[in-house]
Nanobody, 113 residues
Framework: QVHLVESGGGLAQAGGSLTLSCVAS????????MAWFRQHPGDERDLVAI???????HYVEAVRGRFTISRDNTWNTVYLQMNSLKPEDTAVYYC???????WGRGTQVTVSS
């Protein structure tokens, strides 16, 4: 079993930056992917960015060029650097290991205009 804890959410102004962190503990392997999802009120949880085994990354169009996902060299922490924030980035952000299999409890990001 994997336990995930997100941190780093909060309030930012449009155009600002935030960095989210997610620490994973338990049965972690560098061969498994980690990802960030977000959920707007009333909507489903959607993929934002994924870090794939081997170092490849993928971003949804809405955040490409503004957000960066990375993992540290212990492979148990994943980050989401969010730049040029927009009000539509306001959501609860969730970390996921083996995306869709294990979830954190989420961290709120609010971007004011």
């Amino acid at each position: 079993q994997v336990h995930l804890v997100e941190s780093g959410g909060g309030l930012a102004q449009a155009g600002g930056s935030l960095t989210l962190s997610c620490v994973a503990s338990g049965d972690i392997s560098e061969t498994n992917s980690m990802a960030w999802f977000r959920q707007h009120p009333g909507d489903e949880r959607d993929l934002v960015a994924i870090s794939i085994s081997g170092g490849a990354t993928h971003y949804v169009e809405a955040v490409r060029g503004r957000f960066t996902i990375s993992r540290d060299n212990t492979w148990n922490t994943v980050y989401l650097q969010m730049n040029s924030l927009k009000p539509e980035d306001t959501a609860v952000y969730y970390c996921s290991y083996k995306p869709g299999n294990d979830w954190g409890r989420g961290t709120q990001v609010t971007v004011s205009s």
